[in-house]
Structures are given as structure tokens and as C-alpha cells.
């Protein structure tokens, strides 16, 4: 059952704590991304990642940080640097097809709550 | 970023009757994508429609692309309550590699 996950669905913290969300596709994708999504508003980008071992940062990655071991993960950690962590995050895959990227494919989302 | 712009926001109709939504843009774009997402859940690809295309059909969906207009619209026949989501448009901007920038989204309501 190929897809992406992410974990978990909600997540609800303290100010001035680190959480890390986790995102893992299994469907041999080269790229992965990282949206958030604020009530009502569309997507905003936060970090991508092209390859193993390499991202670049999104319009808004202030405060947020990822890595990219191995090809089927792309963890985000959203920091106590993040003055408004509370948000909806979602993860994306994509591949490069013959005229360039192809659509992305989502996960369900992970609802972050912090207090 | 340059973010598309949707309209209408927000969209109510009954069953059967056709949707229509619109998305503007501002420079140059690869292709111009639209996905659907139901409430509090991830996005669902729709269509993706290349600079060099006009129109594209999937099922009861229709976009179309007005590269001189820089707009598109997305065009639901035949609505079911089903439809009922928020449909987003999504420009792959030239030179911007696969990075995807996101218009706020129309909300449809189909009525049974």
C-alpha cells in the first residue's frame, strides 16, 4: 500500500518546547515538502528537499528545521524560535517526470496545538 | 512569494448544477495544477495543465489555461454533495523548479 504517513495525527505541546513531526513516503520520490496551513488559508512552503542530504528553505522556514537521511523521511522540527507554532502541517512527495516535476502527492496532515 | 489568487472564496450550489472557480497569476509559469481537499485533511491532485496546454478533461472536471490572461479556471458538470471541499490552484513558476506556490483556495458547498 503505497502512500505517505505522517504521525502522529495531533500533537499538542507547551511554548518553548521543540517537536519534531515525522513524514516517510514509500513511494520512491525524490522530493519531499513541507507545507503549513493556517485556518482558511492555502499552503505556504517551509522546506523542500531534491535529494538526499540537501533541502532548501520555503517562503517561510523561520523557525522550523529538517533533515534528510535517508530517502523515505523527511522529518520537520518545529522550534521554540516559532512565534506561532499552532497550525495544520502537511508533507508532500513528488518526482521528476519526463517535462520536469510531476504533481505532488499529500499526507493527511498533523494538527499542532501549542499552549 | 507570489500566490495565486482564487475566486469566488467560497461557492454554494445545489446538486447537479456546474461549479465554476478561477485562479489568477502573476508571472510566467512550467504548469498550473489544482487539488481538492475535504475538511482537515490532506490535498487530493486534481489536474495538472502544462504552459503549452489549453484545456484538459478528467471525468466531470475541465481547466482550463489562458497563459495571456494568466488565469485558469476549473470547471465541475453535474456537482454532487461529494464535490463539497475546498479546491486549491497550485503554479509551478518558471524557474522555480518543482516548488509549488498556493492560491487561499475556494470553498464549495454542493446542497443535496
Not at chain 2, 75 to 97: K, M, P, Q
Request: proline share 3%.
Amino acid at each position: 500500500d503505497g502512500g505517505i504517513t505522517q504521525s502522529p495525527k495531533y500533537l499538542f505541546r507547551k511554548e518553548g518546547q521543540n517537536v519534531t513531526l515525522s513524514c516517510e513516503q514509500n513511494l520512491n520520490h525524490d522530493a519531499m515538502y513541507w507545507y503549513r496551513q493556517d485556518p482558511g488559508q492555502g499552503l505556504r512552503l517551509i522546506y523542500y528537499s531534491q535529494i538526499v542530504n540537501d533541502f532548501q528553505k520555503g517562503d517561510i522556514a523561520e523557525g522550523y528545521s529538517v533533515s534528510r537521511e535517508k530517502k523515505e523521511s523527511f522529518p520537520l522540527t518545529v522550534t521554540s524560535a516559532q512565534k506561532n507554532p499552532t497550525a495544520f502541517y502537511l508533507c508532500a512527495s513528488s518526482r521528476q517526470g519526463l517535462y520536469g516535476w510531476d504533481e505532488q502527492y499529500f499526507g493527511p496532515g498533523t494538527r499542532l496545538t501549542v499552549t | 512569494s507570489q500566490q495565486g489568487e482564487e475566486d469566488p472564496q467560497a461557492l454554494s450550489i445545489q446538486e447537479g448544477e456546474n461549479a465554476t472557480m478561477n485562479c489568477s497569476y502573476k508571472t510566467s509559469i512550467n504548469n498550473l495544477q489544482w487539488y481538492r481537499q475535504n475538511s482537515g485533511r490532506g490535498l487530493v491532485h486534481l489536474i495538472l495543465i502544462r504552459s503549452n496546454e489549453r484545456e484538459k478533461h478528467s471525468g466531470r472536471l475541465r481547466v482550463t489555461l489562458d497563459t495571456s490572461k494568466k488565469s485558469s479556471s476549473l470547471l465541475i458538470t453535474a456537482s454532487r454533495a461529494a464535490d463539497t471541499a475546498s479546491y486549491f490552484c497550485a503554479t509551478a513558476y518558471n524557474n522555480a523548479g518543482n516548488m509549488l506556490t498556493f492560491g487561499g483556495g475556494t470553498r464549495l458547498m454542493v446542497k443535496p
